[in-house]
Nanobody, 116 residues
Framework: QVQLVESGGGLVQPGGSLRLSCAAS????????MGWYRQAPGKQRELVAR???????NYADSVKGRLNISRDNAKNTVYLQMNSLKPEDTAVYYC??????????WGQGTKDTVSS
């Protein structure tokens, strides 16, 4: 069973930056699409960014130009660099490994708060 462990969340002022990391167990990390999702209080979980095995990425419109997803297959880790943060970015951020018929794997989440 794969395990995903997120880190890097915290409190930051508007306009600031955070870098989230998600480390995965297992030896086949490179073949899977990895995604970052977030869930704000009272809202549904939503896709923030996704990176496929080739390195191609896509982003939610609300974060384009501010957030950047990347992966280091040698370290089994996916990152989310978040810049120019806004209060509306406040949420619990989750990483997901899309494993198809094996069933998706989720991390435990890391809380990010953007507030002055």
């Amino acid at each position: 069973q794969v395990q995903l462990v997120e880190s890097g969340g915290g409190l930051v002022q508007p306009g600031g930056s955070l870098r989230l990391s998600c480390a995965a167990s297992g030896s086949t990390f490179s073949i899977y699409t990895m995604g970052w999702y977030r869930q704000a209080p009272g809202k549904q979980r939503e896709l923030v960014a996704r990176i496929i095995s080739s390195g191609n990425t896509n982003y939610a419109d609300s974060v384009k130009g501010r957030l950047n997803i990347s992966r280091d297959n040698a370290k089994n880790t996916v990152y989310l660099q978040m810049n120019s943060l806004k209060p509306e970015d406040t949420a619990v951020y989750y990483c997901k490994q899309a494993r198809g018929r094996l069933g998706d794997a989720w991390g435990q989440g890391t809380k990010d708060t953007v507030s002055s």
